[in-house]
């Protein structure tokens, strides 16, 4: 009898283990990528009480989730990039099923996402949400000369890379810091100017830069852009900023390569290309969506999920969403956009399976807590169209272009404590506070 009971037991385990692929394959919701969308609109999802175990699958092949807002924190030196991430496996909650798997390709016409293992989930809703790549190849030398510790070269926009440009600030002592932006979008497009002026404040406070005269360092901010910001309102205050404080602006200047200690920048219009010497050299990449997505059914010409500005849904596939930096919604590539595009999501979700119309309740609301120093932040926030829609400022009647005390502790101490607390497990709505 014993020795039954224990081959009934393994039995058991070897078909938990072993049961067939079509048996766990078929989901209420399939949520592609666990970032900051996936996670928020599949636990609001959940906390709606409509989902029984594992109708929502999440698929995400990494093992950390990072609280990327703050590597512009781990730049300036202020945070450990260890103490922003979190095991994927704490984050997702238990009562979904998670497959921490890569995607292979969307079959939208089945309704059915194909894994890397070769598996297929059926579902009746898909959530596209796997952000976009951040691509170092896309600088000649960049790959090679972040991996080299020698090199005063760096990125805060990648694990690996984001810890080495406060070594070099700490390091740097005189010469020519140059600072790029990428033309074309990037995630948070503030964040290039923000270590910026970390490193800035930083030399100043050190007695190396002096915004009235020879500096033992100089600074130079260069961008692929023509300004320093997309939004008029905050782009005034802020080359009033680079002015005043004596910082040279490269505009129309797209690094493309990097030889030995010279930074190359193309130029528009067939222009020369602009070879410039550093010192130290923070870069920020070229991004933009992964293959899977780009080379699927679902992209637009520029590869982003095509979805509507105002709903997010799918202008093909009535049954197909997307959030976050992955979508075609024409907003900046920010966790706030994110935590107003959530609920319209979840609301349009449950409207279309109960056969009801949907809302266009996006605005396009994004924002950006600008670092304009230590201890100050310029809080920008706004809408489609580059219009303001300021939180703080239509409460307590200020001007959010001025920058403040109060939004460096919001973005430094407040934000990544709701964003793991609350945002990533349903309950922020961002601008509107607590959801439920
Ligand atoms: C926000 O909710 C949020 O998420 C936690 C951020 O972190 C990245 C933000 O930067 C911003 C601006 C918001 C919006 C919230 C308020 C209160 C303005």
């Known amino acids: 009898m014993f020795p039954t009971r224990l081959a009934s037991v393994a039995a058991r385990r070897s078909f938990a283990t072993v049961a067939p692929a079509s048996s766990s394959s078929a989901h209420k919701v399939v949520v592609v990528g666990a970032g900051t969308a996936g996670l928020s609109i599949a636990h609001q999802l959940l906390g709606t009480g409509r989902f029984k175990d594992q109708d929502i699958a999440v698929v995400d092949p990494a093992e950390w989730h990072h609280y990327q807002p703050g590597w512009t924190l781990v730049g300036g030196g202020l945070k450990t990039k260890e103490e922003l991430r979190r095991r994927m496996t704490d984050l997702v909650d238990p009562k979904f ?18 894994l890397g293992s070769g598996q297929s989930l059926q579902y009746e809703h898909l959530l596209v949400a796997p952000g976009v790549k951040v691509d170092f190849g896309s600088v000649s030398g960049l790959p090679e000369a972040l991996a080299d510790a020698a090199t005063p070269v760096s990125s805060i926009y990648g694990y690996e890379s984001v810890d080495k440009l406060w070594r070099d600030i700490s390091k740097t002592s005189k010469g020519r810091a140059i600072f790029t932006q990428p033309a074309g979008a990037i995630k948070c497009a503030g964040a290039p100017q923000k270590v910026m002026w970390l490193a800035l404040d930083h030399w100043r406070q050190a007695g190396l830069y002096k915004t009235d005269g020879p500096s033992d360092v100089d600074i130079t901010f260069a961008s692929g852009l023509g300004g320093m910001f997309a939004v008029p309102k905050y782009a005034a205050k802020l080359e009033q900023l680079r002015k005043e404080r004596g910082v040279e602006g490269l505009f129309f200047h797209d690094l493309v390569s990097i030889n030995g200690d010279k930074a190359v920048f193309a130029r528009p219009d067939g222009q020369d290309k602009v070879e410039r010497p550093f010192d130290l050299l923070h870069v920020v990449p070229k991004m933009g969506p992964h ?31 997307s959030s976050g930096d992955a979508s075609s919604l024409p907003t900046s590539k920010t966790a706030a956009a994110v935590t107003a595009q959530a609920p319209v999501i979840v609301n349009n979700i449950l409207n279309t399976m109960d056969g009801k119309p949907v809302e266009n309740g996006y605005d396009g609301y994004t924002s950006c807590p600008l670092l304009t120093e230590y ?35 919001l973005k430094k101490d407040f934000f990544p404590w709701v964003y793991y607390n609350n945002m990533v497990k349903g309950t922020w709505g961002g601008p509107k506070g607590w959801l439920n």
Do not use: C, M
Not at 387 to 408: C, L
């Open 97 to 114: 099923k998670f497959y921490n798997t890569s995607v292979g390709s969307f079959k939208p016409e089945d309704n059915a996402v194909r």
């Open 291 to 321: 293959a899977f997505v780009k080379d699927s059914p679902i992209a637009n010409e520029a590869g982003y999920v095509d979805v509507h500005d105002n709903s997010a849904q799918h202008k093909k596939y009535a049954n197909i969403w």
């Open 375 to 409: 201890g100050k932040v310029l809080l920008a926030e706004f809408k489609y169209g580059g219009v303001p829609k300021e939180t703080f400022g239509d409460v307590f009647g200020i001007d959010q272009a001025e920058p403040r005390r109060s939004f460096y502790h």
